[in-house]
């Protein structure tokens, strides 16, 4: 059964940071490629980060790239995504995905994951 289980999400002021974590279980993910994505009220759920969980690929999204930066923590069978430089913008429930042997091409999709965490809530505001 596979498991995926966000935690980290909170409040936090405009500019500041917060390290949000998917702790993945019920298998090995050793073949597979993970994803953040976020969606906030009333928009569609949108693109963040996606790593391949033995390394060797990560995409960011436009509007995230610089700030945010996602790791793959073996030891603790967890996929990190450390949020610098916070925004307003970047307000919303924080969903990790997971899929195997998904190619390349296909991480940034939502479409792409079969595996889904219930979110975690980000909140940026004064």
């Known amino acids: 059964q596979v498991q995926l289980v966000e935690s980290g999400g909170g409040l936090v002021q405009p500019g500041g940071s917060l390290r949000i974590s998917c702790e993945a279980s019920g298998r090995t993910f050793g073949n597979s490629a993970m994803g953040w994505f976020r969606q906030a009220p009333g928009k569609d759920r949108e693109f963040i980060a996606a790593i391949r969980w033995n390394g060797g690929a990560t995409f960011y999204a436009d509007y995230v790239k610089g700030r945010f930066s996602s790791a793959i923590e073996k030891a603790k069978n967890t996929v990190a995504l450390q949020m610098n430089n916070l925004k307003s913008e970047d307000t919303g429930v924080y969903y990790c995905?997971?899929?195997?042997?998904?190619?390349?091409?296909?991480?940034?999709?939502?479409?792409?994951?079969?595996?889904w965490g219930q979110g975690t809530q980000v909140t940026v505001s004064s």
């Open positions: 995905a997971a899929e195997f042997g998904i190619i390349v091409t296909s991480m940034r999709s939502s479409r792409s994951y079969a595996y």
